[in-house]
């Protein structure tokens, strides 16, 4: 089974940072890398489908890159509506299985 | 707009049965796509429990696999889960959701999650 790591667990930054996280996969899974945003209480958003394609309706200040095992999420000026954990998700076929990293909380400093 | 929304028990014994409901609007389940059902214990992550085709064709996390049954009904337009013999590790917000899919599969749209608790 294909493991996900991200790092790092949790960060804390001033408003119009940049913020990077990094997502790793325990072998090559091409650009099938997903990105989610969840804030305190409520659902995943989608941000991020493809490693790098820009869901639509959300902030271009979002963006991703990375192929093979190595991936990154950056959010270019962070805001504090960003305050949320993020995290990565990819998609198996053999077996068929959904894998989510394991969180990267956000906070500002 | 797609929308979905669970509904079920907050409380269940252990050793019984966990079902849950998610109702889909805005969209006809026999039109296509998978739906599924994720769940986070209070203060963890996410973990993917299992997803269902409007056909009826089933495919389920293997840590949970024998333990979890999803099953779709298409005239309700609704989708549901059930997860048997549930211990305090089940306690969590249950998620269902809608898979996109491009190169990779992900998930579009989602609920709003219920909190289902076990406990006697």
């Known amino acids: 089974d294909i493991q996900m790591t991200q790092s790092p667990s949790s960060l804390s930054a001033s408003v119009g940072d940049r913020v990077t996280i990094t997502c790793q996969a325990s072998q090559d899974i091409s650009n099938y890398l997903n990105w989610y945003q969840q804030k305190p209480g409520k659902a995943p958003k989608l941000l991020i489908y493809d490693a790098s394609n820009l869901e639509t309706g959300v902030p271009s200040r979002f963006s991703g890159s990375g192929s093979g095992t190595d991936f990154t999420f950056t959010i270019s000026s962070l805001q504090p509506e960003d305050i949320a954990t993020y995290y990565c998700?990819?998609?198996?076929?053999?077996?068929?299985?959904?894998?989510f990293g394991p969180g990267t909380k956000v906070d500002i400093k | 707009q797609v929308q979905l929304q669970e509904s079920g028990p907050g409380l269940v014994k252990p050793s019984e049965t966990l079902s849950l409901t998610c109702a889909v609007s805005g969209y006809s389940i026999s039109s296509g796509y998978y739906w599924g059902w994720i769940r986070q214990p209070p203060g963890k992550g996410l973990e993917w429990i299992g997803s269902i085709y409007h056909s009826g064709s089933t495919y389920y996390n293997p840590s949970l696999k024998s333990r979890v049954t999803i099953s779709v009904d298409t005239s309700k337009n609704q989708f549901s889960l059930k997860l048997s013999s549930v211990t305090a590790a089940d306690t969590a917000v249950y998620y269902c959701?809608?898979?996109?899919?491009?190169?990779?599969?992900?998930?579009?749209?989602w609920g709003q999650g219920t909190l289902v608790t076990v406990s006697s």
């Open positions: 959701a809608r898979h996109g899919y491009s190169s990779s599969w992900y998930l579009d749209y």
């Open positions: 998700q990819q998609y198996d076929n053999l077996p068929r299985v959904f894998t």
